[in-house]
């Protein structure tokens, strides 16, 4: 399925870092649900010619308070998932946002280990699985280690400035358009309950009930 690029080396080792956040957002805007083993088989699987060291996920959980915790436990069965399935799993615990939201922004974490593992692992090439143009300079720092950098994500939506700043792209919506389809008038199916746990209802009333308690 993944068109070859000319400087494909087969037999490269190869390290994948994902942004959970934003390849999850991507493929719920193409209205599927994400399947986490057919992108690791699309990425460096046997058809690749490529040898895996490690696909690590990052990945921020609800805040660690009461209001979250049915959401935080989904999070953490999920996370259980992919690590018994061979991931390596990064977390960071998130804090309250806007109404109904939370933030956990795994960025920075993300970046340290990219230049820490590229040390350590010693890969050919660096796969790095976002859209986020804010890892445009870490895909630079790679390159002048002498890594290959090769951004994944859904290529209309990529800026040019992380595009300009990898080796090459790889196009993830032919894969995308692959995975099941996801319907809002279903009810979500186990796997899509772990693999995108949702904000209960409930939860942002409760949140809309305590601000305005606040205001009286």
């Not at 193409?30 to 060291?53: M, Q, V």
């Not at 970046?111 to 350590?120: F, P, Q, R, T």
Request: proline fraction near 5%; include cysteine; glycine fraction near 6%.
């Amino acid at each position: 399925m993944r068109k070859k690029h000319p400087d494909d080396a087969r037999g490269a080792r190869v390290l994948v870092l994902v942004d959970e956040s934003n390849v999850g957002s991507s493929v719920r805007t193409a209205g599927r649900g994400l399947d986490w083993l057919k992108l690791r088989e699309f990425l460096c699987g046997p058809d690749t010619g490529r040898e895996l060291i490690e696909m690590v996920v990052y990945a921020g959980l609800p805040p660690a308070i009461p209001l979250w915790q049915e959401e935080r436990d989904k999070k953490n069965k999920f996370m259980h998932w992919l690590r018994s399935n061979g991931f390596m799993v990064v977390t960071k615990d998130g804090s309250p946002a806007e109404e109904g939201h939370y933030k956990a922004n795994v960025d920075v974490m993300m970046a340290i280990d990219a230049l820490e593992l590229s040390v350590e692992m010693q890969p050919d090439v660096v796969i790095l699985v976002t859209g986020d143009a804010d890892f445009a300079y870490l895909a630079i720092k790679l390159r002048r280690r002498g890594i290959r950098v090769e951004v994944a994500s859904v290529a209309q939506n990529l800026g040019n400035i992380l595009k300009s700043a990898a080796n090459a792209v790889i196009d993830l919506a032919p894969l995308f358009r692959t995975f099941e389809i996801m319907t809002i008038q279903d009810p979500p199916t186990t796997a899509q309950q772990l693999r995108y746990p949702r904000i209960r209802q409930d939860a942002r009333d409760t949140v809309k009930h305590a601000r305005s308690r606040e205001k009286r």
